[in-house]
């Protein structure tokens, strides 16, 4: 979700009223999803990098998600959408670990969409911490390093219950991962949209999904 500051520089506001912008597009883009065939979205939200923003700027991320989640989780029940949190939930406030608790709770009987927000979240600190799981299973003596592979190190990955993303959208014209699910995007496909994330619509959304579809995949292989 790209671009909230220059929306918000672009109009001579605070970064803040980006954001703010921001998460408010975000109910448009899930509710998108079934009509589209998207089971399963996820959406970066804070990155284990955006601490080094100011704190004004960190502390009023926190409490936009604070708000979000007290503001949208009826909602987010009532249509069908199952909400999970990817990301290092130790250094998130208490507080906001409740709130993110309670809220995959209250949606986990849900189906419909399958919406996962990454706060606090790293590619690489997400590799760390997986592997600190798996060592300590091996020094327990309950795993053989022997019968170590890439499926039992994605078994302890934060996203250990999901599919690995087939399509990977970046708005606001930057064309880099940034740390955004490197272990899962082996195979995506990327799309780079230089649509700001507070002005991206159901329509934009749409579009980026189309050009997906019209896409061959071959996971390594040749098809005929
Ligand atoms: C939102 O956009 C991403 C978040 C960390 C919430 P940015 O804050 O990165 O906006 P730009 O890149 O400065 O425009
Ligand atoms: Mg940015």
Known sequence: MDGNGRWAQ??????????????????????????????????????????????????????????????EATALLDKGVRVRFIGDRDRLDPKLVGMMHALEEITSGNDLVNLTVA????????????????????????????????ETLAHFLDTCLLPDPDLVIRTSGEARISNFLLWQSAYAEYEFTPVLWPDFTAAHFAEIVGNYSARERRYGAVLS
């Not at 926190?62 to 979000?68: A, D, G, K, W």
């Not at 600190?125 to 592979?149: H, I, N, Q, S």
Request: with cysteine; aromatic share 8%.
């Open 10 to 71: 672009m109009r001579g506001r605070p970064r803040l009223f980006g954001h703010q912008a921001g998460a408010r597009r975000v109910r448009e883009i899930v509710e998108a999803c079934p009509d589209l065939g998207i089971r399963y979205l996820t959406i970066f939200a804070f990155s284990t990098e955006n601490w080094r923003r100011t704190q004004v700027e960190v502390a009023g991320l926190m409490t936009l998600f604070r708000r979000y989640i007290q503001k």
């Open 119 to 150: 706060i606090n979240y790293g590619g690489r600190d997400e590799v760390a911490r997986a592997t600190k799981r798996l060592a300590r299973e091996v020094a327990a003596g309950r795993l053989d390093p022997e019968d170590v592979d890439a």
